[in-house]
């Protein structure tokens, strides 16, 4: 059986890995459409809106705050829920709406920047279930200067957003 001296010891080594790993595990969001902060950013609320039975393609979004002196970028968005997440922008050009895909989003500094269905959001391409009201979409959004925050997206319903 160890001594308390050699559990000490193991303990001492280990806690420098499991403090380093802490603050991945702190960015997650328990509760989906929490606030969740990883350094200077802040992403809160947003959702996602429940799709037909079949559908591939969804929409979403959240909102992000930059509290920090500089600016960052989101790249892209991962999620399980599809085979791909694009960053989408729907603009009205001579009373046509188009949509375009983005290859990221600029997040200025001091600045708060919302996803939402009319004008910048995530598109869920071959999503691998139709998302219901009451689901949770679990997200990786990647950032530029950030890194890797994880998020997790609500389903709401259909008025909602």
């Known amino acids: 059986m160890p001594s308390v001296k050699t559990f000490l010891a193991a303990l ?7 403090l380093a790993v802490m603050p991945a595990l702190a960015t997650e969001s328990a509760v989906p459409g929490s606030q969740v902060v ?3 950013l802040t992403l809160s609320g947003g959702g996602a809106k429940p799709m ?11 909102t992000i705050g930059n509290a920090g002196p500089s600016d ?6 991962e999620s399980p829920a599809a085979g791909r997440v694009e960053l989408h922008e729907m603009t009205m050009e001579n009373d046509v709406m188009r949509m375009r895909k983005l290859d990221g989003i600029p997040v200025p ?14 598109m869920f391409m071959d999503v691998v279930k139709p998302f219901r009201q ?3 979409i679990p997200l990786t959004l990647h950032f530029q200067n950030a890194g890797a925050v994880a998020y997790t997206l609500p389903v709401g319903t259909l008025a909602a957003q």
Do not use: C, E, F
């Open 109 to 122: 500094a001091g600045q708060t920047v919302t996803l939402a269905g009319n004008g910048l959001h995530l």
């Open 12 to 18: 001492t080594l280990a806690l420098p890995s499991l």
């Open 38 to 40: 990883s350094g200077a």
């Open 72 to 77: 960052d970028r989101l790249v892209s968005v």
């Open 52 to 62: 037909p039975p079949g559908a591939k393609v969804g929409g979403g979004g959240l």
């Open 134 to 136: 009451g689901d949770a």
